[in-house]
């Protein structure tokens, strides 16, 4: 049978192996060139983007470098083309961010077919949640950026000079905000679990001791800085959304177990009838 262009799933039947591998392909091209349009807006914007990202470093690290003594400025070192790179390495991720939208869908367009109408409906309704949460845990981790890169400075012997270099920081900093976004994303991972029916909320319940524990060694392994105020921001609100996951998941099964009965009825309704 002809498949439809642009279409997922045959008119009348499942997809073979060779449709399947032709829709990745054509999802897989849409995806990379999202990023790489994305990466021409951050080569463009990039003044701007690293202007913001400096801000944290300029506005509560160099004052202090400065009270101590400490050379303040950032350097950029490795070589005459880590200049390029840098700003390479800076369009690239500025253009991953960017072009989230357009290749978290053709995940999710990929994923679709699969999955039954009521569970496709959670699936549109838990991606357009997605990115809200995935952005306030992205402003959560820029705002504690001075406090960790201040408690790492903190080490240094009075002694010598601090030298950061731009590559670092701009590692820190990705690598903050990053850990922070997907942080964010948990209860929409235990939701989805959830209405997969692969996870109950009597065993989200029975889990939460441990799961709790698990959050704050996650934070404490992930966040860039050592410091514990840091790690209890991540930390926190992390824990605040896996009990909301978990109240959400609750109602969710007892919605699913009135249901039962309804569905029950009806199939012995429509046996006598048959």
Known sequence: MALRRGSATPPGGTMPLV????ELRRRLVIAVLAIMV???VGWIIYP???DFLKQPYVDGIKPLLERKGFQADLVLNGGVGSAFSFRLKLALSIGLVISSPVWIWQIWGFILPALHRNEKRWAFLLTATG???FAGGVVVGYLVLPKGIQVLISFAPESVDVLLSLEDYLNFVIRTVLVFGVAAEIPLVVVML???GLVSARQLARARPWTIIGIFVFAAV???STDPLTMLFLAAPMTVLYLISEVIAKLTDRKRAKAIPAELADDEASSLDD
Do not use: M, S, V
């Open 48 to 50: 701007q983007a690293f």
């Open 194 to 196: 959830n209405r997969l």
């Open 19 to 22: 449709g399947h591998l032709r």
């Open 38 to 40: 994305g990466t021409i």
């Open 222 to 224: 992930a966040t860039p």
């Open 131 to 133: 990115a809200p949460l």
